[in-house]
C-alpha cells in the first residue's frame, strides 16, 4: 500500500476536496463513531467533576497541600495497578471490560452527587471517592487506549482516531469546565457530580451497540500474570524508542501535568477570582488542546511526530514559566492556550507512535505503562506541587516545574537520531516507508534517517 512520504503533510483545501471528512475519517467505523459520541457527552461530565472536585476540597479546606492530597489519590492507583491491568487487558475481552469500568465510574459519580447535596461531604470521603475512581481508571484507560485498534481495523486511520480521541477530550475539556463553573457559582457542586453520573449512561449505551467481531474478541492466555507482566516489562525497557518516550512523557507528567491542581489558587489568590475564573482558566487550556488535536488528525502520516514530542514538551514548560509570572487574567488565558495545546501535543503523538510501533501482542502492556508514565506519575506530582506550593507559592512551583520540562525535553531531542535508527526498520515492515534500494539504504541509513 503506498503511503505518503512527506513527514509534515497535512490536509489542506487545496490539496483535498474535503478536508474536513478527511480529518473525520476515522469516523467512518461504526463502532468507532458510537464510542466518540458517547465518550463525547460523558467526559463533559467527568471535567465538570474535576473542576467541583478541586473547587470544593478548596472551599472546604483553603489547603494547597488537600488539593495534593486529593489529586494523589485519585491518580496513584494507575501508578501501583496499571501494570498488573495491562496483562488484563492482553488477557481479556477489551469491550467488555469498558462496559464494567464505565458502570462503575457512574456508580461513583453518584456517591459525590448524593454526599454533597446532602451537604455533609467531607475531605475525608472526598479522598475515599477520588482512590475509588483511580482505581477504576487504572484498568479503563489501557483498555480504551487498546481498544481503538479495535475500532479502526485500518492501520493507516488509527492516528486519526488517537488525535480525534484528544479532540473529543479537548472539546470535552473546554465546554465541561466552562459549565462547570457556572453550575457551581449557581447552585453548588454537587450538581456537578449528579449530571457527571448521569453523563455515563451515554457511553454505556454507545458501548453497548457496538458489533465486535469474532476476530476482535481478545483471546484468554494461560501464562501466568507475573510471568507476563515480566513479559511487557522486558518489552518496554529494552525497546529504546518505547523506553524513551514513556521516560519523557513520565518526567512531564511528574512536575508539569499537576499544575491543573494548582489552578483553584490562581483563580482565587493570584488572579483575584472565583470559580467562575477557574472555569475560564482550564477553558482556554482545552482550546488550545483541541487545536493541537485536530493538528494532528488532519496530518496523514505519522512521520515526522519525533521531534513534535520534544519541541511539544519544551513549549509546556516555557508556557508553565510564563503562567507563574502572570498576574492578568487575560495574559493567564492566553498562556493556558498555550500551555494546554503543548502538553495535548506532546501526549497525543506519543501515544501515536506507541500505538504504531508496539507488537500487537504486547498491545495491552504497553499501553498499561503508558497510563502509568501519563497518569500514574501524576499523583506524586501532585504532592509535590502542592507540598511546593504550600512553602514557595503557587506561582514558583510552576516556574520550578516549567524549567525541568524544558531540560526534559533537551535530552530527548539529544537522542532522537539515535531513536529514528530503532524505529526505522518498524516502519519499513509496516509499510509507513520503503527501501528503494538495500544497498543505498545501509550505506546512509546512519547518516540520514528520516523522521519518525
Known amino acids: 500500500m503506498k503511503r505518503n512520504s512527506d513527514p509534515d503533510s497535512v490536509v489542506t483545501p487545496a490539496n483535498n476536496q474535503s478536508s474536513w471528512k478527511f480529518i473525520l475519517r476515522a469516523l467512518g467505523y461504526r463502532n468507532y463513531r458510537l464510542f466518540f459520541s458517547g465518550q463525547s457527552v460523558s467526559l463533559i461530565g467527568t471535567w465538570m467533576t474535576r473542576i467541583a472536585t478541586s473547587w470544593l476540597v478548596y472551599r472546604l479546606t483553603n489547603s494547597a497541600f488537600l488539593l495534593g492530597i486529593v489529586g494523589f489519590a485519585g491518580q496513584i492507583p494507575g501508578f501501583v495497578l496499571a501494570p498488573f491491568a495491562g496483562v488484563w487487558v492482553d488477557r481479556w475481552d477489551r469491550h467488555r471490560t469498558l462496559v464494567v469500568t464505565q458502570i462503575l465510574s457512574m ?8 454526599l454533597a447535596l446532602k451537604g455533609s461531604i467531607t ?3 472526598i479522598i475515599w471517592l477520588s482512590l475509588a475512581q483511580g482505581m477504576i481508571n487504572a484498568f479503563d484507560m ?73 476476530q476482535q474478541a481478545r483471546p484468554v492466555q494461560r501464562k501466568a500474570i507475573l510471568e507476563e507482566l515480566k513479559e511487557g516489562w522486558d518489552y518496554v525497557a529494552h525497546f529504546v524508542p518505547i523506553r524513551s518516550i514513556l521516560l519523557l512523557l513520565a518526567m512531564v507528567s511528574l512536575v508539569g501535568m499537576p ?101 500487537e501482542d504486547k498491545r495491552g502492556r504497553v499501553m498499561s505503562f503508558y497510563s502509568m508514565a501519563f497518569m500514574g506519575m501524576a499523583p506524586f506530582g501532585s504532592l509535590l506541587a502542592g507540598a511546593l506550593a504550600a512553602r514557595i507559592g503557587a506561582p514558583n512551583t510552576l516556574v520550578i516545574s516549567g524549567i525541568v520540562c524544558i531540560v526534559a525535553a533537551g535530552w530527548f531531542a539529544l537522542h532522537l537520531t539515535e531513536l529514528r535508527r530503532h524505529v526505522r526498520p518498524v516502519y519499513v515492515r509496516l509499510g509507513i516507508v520503503s527501501e528503494i534500494a538495500t544497498g543505498i539504504h545501509n550505506a546512509t541509513a546512519l547518516r540520514t534517517p528520516p523522521e519518525e
Open 259 to 359: 499544575y491543573t491542581v494548582l489552578m483553584p489558587i490562581f483563580a482565587g489568590d493570584i488572579l483575584h477570582g472565583g470559580a467562575h475564573t477557574l472555569g475560564f482558566l482550564m477553558g482556554a487550556s482545552g482550546v488550545g488542546a483541541l487545536i493541537s488535536a485536530l493538528m494532528l488528525a488532519a496530518r496523514k502520516s505519522v512521520l515526522g511526530l519525533g521531534r513534535v514530542v520534544p519541541t511539544a514538551a519544551a513549549i509546556f514548560g516555557a508556557g508553565l514559566i510564563a503562567f507563574g509570572y502572570s498576574r492578568n487574567l487575560a495574559l493567564s488565558l492566553a498562556l493556558m492556550l498555550v500551555t494546554g495545546g503543548a502538553m495535548m501535543m506532546q501526549m497525543a503523538a506519543s501515544n501515536t507512535i506507541l500505538q504504531t510501533i508496539v507488537d
Open 142 to 214: 489501557p483498555a480504551r487506549q487498546a481498544f481503538v485498534v479495535q475500532m479502526v481495523e485500518n492501520r493507516e486511520d488509527l492516528g486519526n482516531a488517537i488525535a480525534l480521541n484528544s479532540s473529543m477530550v479537548n472539546a470535552a475539556r473546554l465546554i465541561g469546565p466552562s459549565i462547570a463553573g457556572v453550575i457551581i457559582a449557581a447552585v453548588g457542586e454537587g450538581y456537578c457530580f449528579l449530571i457527571d453520573g448521569i453523563s455515563y449512561i451515554a457511553v454505556i449505551v454507545s458501548l453497548l451497540l457496538m458489533r465486535i467481531t469474532v
Open 107 to 114: 456508580l461513583q459519580s453518584f456517591a459525590l452527587a448524593a
Open 123 to 125: 475531605v475525608n470521603e
